[in-house]
């Protein structure tokens, strides 16, 4: 199991208490391990606002259920072109996430330190997806905190890698059945409803995740991966992602 960091110095707000519409519930606290995980568990995250700390609860809130995800066809002749790995290269994945020279780019040193030290802990994964040449095409990473998968970013160099990786996450969330594990994406949007993603009220994404919180971790501290696919099956979907071995 993943390792609890130093506890907080600072009490975040009652999520519950903020008015509905609301979506910047506080600004300042820390950057650190256990501030960004009593986030999660409060239904926060942590996001720049104006070059200040900003914890963010937006109302809608955008999410996943991973036995929901939607593969349309075109996406699901992309599987095949890439290979997938899981905590391969965490690091690489969040520095490209983190590319200044991306639109709305906010994942700064501090962030990254902060997510660094999340994944030595045992709390932070990252999933890479890899061209026929062995070149990193993307790869997304997030927090997983019991059932919850707060995704933080995901990015692509190649068409698809980065909902490749989305496949993934689904398939490995999903592969026990347990139906009250959930994605938090933060904020709907086409691209991510064309995926399977829906908006759901702050009430009920409070709910949801009370329930997620009590389901034990998919992925744990040392995730294991399956090494090779089965034959291609679109009612398996652990045999539709290649996993990356050696």
């Given amino acids: 199991m993943p390792i609890e960091p130093r506890p907080p110095g600072w009490v975040l707000p009652d999520v519950r208490a903020v008015p509905p519409g609301v979506e910047l519930v506080a600004v300042g606290a820390e950057l650190t391990p256990g501030m960004l995980l009593a986030g999660y568990r409060r239904g926060l995250f942590a996001m720049p606002d104006q070059g200040l700390l900003g914890w963010w609860s937006p109302d809608p809130r955008g999410i996943l259920r991973p036995a929901s995800l939607h593969v349309s066809r075109s996406l699901r002749r992309s599987l095949g072109r890439f ?6 290269c965490f690091d690489t994945v969040v520095e490209a996430c983190a590319d200044p020279r991306r639109p ?10 902060a997510y660094a030290e999340l994944h030595r802990l045992g709390w932070a994964h990252s999933i890479e997806v890899w061209d026929g040449t062995g070149r990193l095409a993307g790869g997304l990473f997030g927090v997983e905190v019991g059932g919850l998968f707060a ?4 990015f692509h ?31 709907r949007t086409e691209h991510l409803a064309s995926l399977g993603v829906v908006e759901v009220p702050r009430t009920h994404y409070l709910e949801l995740l009370g329930r997620a919180l009590e389901v034990a971790p998919a992925l744990g501290a040392v995730p294991v991966v399956p090494a090779l696919p089965g034959p291609a099956d679109a009612g398996a979907p652990a045999s539709r992602i290649r996993w990356r071995t050696g």
């Avoid at 290979?83 to 391969?88: A, E, G, N």
């Avoid at 709305?104 to 330190?113: K, L, M, N, Q, V």
């Fill in 151 to 154: 995704a933080e970013s995901k």
């Fill in 104 to 113: 709305h780019g906010w994942i700064s040193a501090r962030y990254r330190t």
């Fill in 83 to 88: 290979t997938v790995s899981l905590d391969r």
């Fill in 157 to 187: 160099v190649a068409t698809d890698a980065s909902k490749v990786a989305v496949v993934a996450l689904a398939d490995l969330l999903s592969a026990d059945g347990q139906p009250d594990r959930l994605v938090d994406v933060q904020w």
